[in-house]
Nanobody, 123 residues
Framework: VQLQASGGGLVQAGASLRLSCAAS????????VGWFRQAPGKEREFVAA???????YYADSVKGRFTISRNSAKNTLFLQMNSLKPEDTAIYYC??????????????????WGQGTEVTVSS
C-alpha cells in the first residue's frame, strides 16, 4: 500500500482546507484509515480515523471542526478542516493499518504512511 497526501497550505485562522490521500494497493482492506499530525518539536498525534466500514473517530481537539471521509471506489481518503486554528499547524500524515477500536488513536497500530502534507495556520 502506498499513500500520497496532498492539499496542505498556508491559511489564516478561521479558514478551511481539505486534505486528500490517494492510495494505491488496497488500503481500505485494512481495518482503519486515518490522519495524524506532527507539529515541530512534538510527537505525532492522532487526528481522525475511520474504522471500516465507516465509523469515524476524532481527537477531542478537532471534534466539530474536522470531518474525515473516504471514497472507497477511488481509494481516496479526505480530511475536511474547518475553523482552523494556529495550533492546527503541523505536517499531516495519512495512514492505514489494522487498528481496532481500543488502539485506533495509536500511531503504532498503522503500518502504511503517506509522506505528509504541511498545514500552516497564521493568526
Amino acid at each position: 500500500v502506498q499513500l500520497q497526501a496532498s492539499g496542505g497550505g498556508l491559511v489564516q485562522a478561521g479558514a478551511s482546507l481539505r486534505l486528500s490521500c490517494a492510495a494505491s494497493g488496497r488500503p481500505f482492506s485494512s481495518t482503519a484509515v486515518g490522519w495524524f499530525r506532527q507539529a515541530p518539536g512534538k510527537e505525532r498525534e492522532f487526528v481522525a480515523a475511520i474504522r471500516l466500514p465507516g465509523t469515524p473517530y476524532y481527537a477531542d481537539s478537532v471534534k466539530g471542526r474536522f470531518t474525515i471521509s473516504r471514497n472507497s471506489a477511488k481509494n481516496t481518503l479526505f480530511l475536511q478542516m474547518n475553523s482552523l486554528k494556529p495550533e492546527d499547524t503541523a505536517i499531516y500524515y495519512c495512514a492505514a493499518g489494522n487498528a481496532i477500536v481500543s488502539n485506533i488513536h495509536n500511531r503504532y497500530a498503522y503500518s502504511s504512511w503517506g509522506q505528509g502534507t504541511e498545514v500552516t495556520v497564521s493568526s
